[in-house]
């Protein structure tokens, strides 16, 4: 005798609010996976999208005619196919929304604004206080950088995706964005809520050495490796590490901390209060204190770091050249700790003080490199310059907002809302004291 039959189950309303539910997360999972495609790597075919993505040539048509009909994706061109018509060419549309992408840096704060081409259409800058920039000032003058781009590109507010903002520390990935940054005597700010505050445009806040390396990843050095570290040396030091294609953010984000890894058992105190730090000997603001204390207490000329450490490459005399050749060594010292610790097949020496220094001594840092690291890994590594330039960091800021786009698939995360966030307004009311 067979086992008793058991009576089918009534499909009930939660069972087809589930099905629902499983179709629409699918159907965004795979417009994310195009929109990727055609953002990262296009123009591209939807015969070359189906190819690179698995998806049925129906699927495709399906799901890219919708981002055309929104606007998302446009046609651009086309080329001859094998034997049969040509194939047309699909981008995502470059004036469909805008990203705003701001570099809180060690001197001053930089905002820009870019079409999703990431095209820069406007910029502005505000000086900072060199050591322990009030939290609320930098606020402010974020939230006024935010207005000024946008009346600058005359761009719609409400076609503003979003802005990403670049900061020195440890950014707690929660919905106050809180930021610790010892080296600026900042201890748990929560920039976030502080930023939100005064504008109604979505905001993404993440550490700079991270938003540089999503960068290049992207579009920049890294492209086409699965395993790199990008290492970005301003006045501060930090680094972006790139595991199988994942950026890899540690228990609590705070990963990459590069520059405060010891160099020197007992050495120089640096700016986060312990002693012997990278950053106390290659970042921009050490070697011009190692310069200064070298040439009997006489600084280099220039009225900010950035001029002066530009004049101290030209400088010829010996105590400078002395105090670059180690600069350079102990630079190769940090980067064989890069490539002995993670393997990865390529650094890429970003940050403006980084490109200084590499436009000009990139062989010997090579060389140091070599010196310092185990022969086999640093025989499958490769150490290339940054491509993205000096201001690669709010570059990366602003694909903080697009990565956001990419992962939605276009779609906003509110059913009731357009694709093209709908008349948000971008508020006027920047407060005099950001709270």
Known sequence: MGPPSVAPRERTAADVDARRTTVRDMRRANRSLLLTRIWLDGPLSRHELGQTTALSLASVSNLVGEMIGEGLVEEAGSVESDGGRPRVLLRVAPGYGYLVGADVGETRVQVELFDLAMTALAKAEYPIAATGPDPRDVATHLLHGLDAVVDQAGVDPAAVLGCGVAVSGTVERTADAVVHAQTLGWDGVPLGAMLRAGTDIPVHIDNGAKTLGQAEMWFGAGRGVRHAVIALVGSGVGACVVADGVGYRGAHSSAGEW??????????????????????????????????????????????EETAFGELLRVTSRTATQVLDDTVGYLGAGVANLVNLFNPERVVLGGWAGLALGERYLPQIRTATARHALRQPYAQTSIELCRLGPDAVAMGAATLPMARLLRDGGVPREPAARVVPAPARLTRRVRARAR
């Open 259 to 304: 520059g405060h890894t010891t160099i020197v058992y007992g050495g120089r105190r640096c700016r986060c209060g312990n002693l012997g730090c990278l950053e106390a000997y290659v970042g921009a603001e050490g070697v011009l204190d190692r310069f200064r204390q070298a040439n009997r207490g006489r600084p280099a000329a220039g009225g900010d």
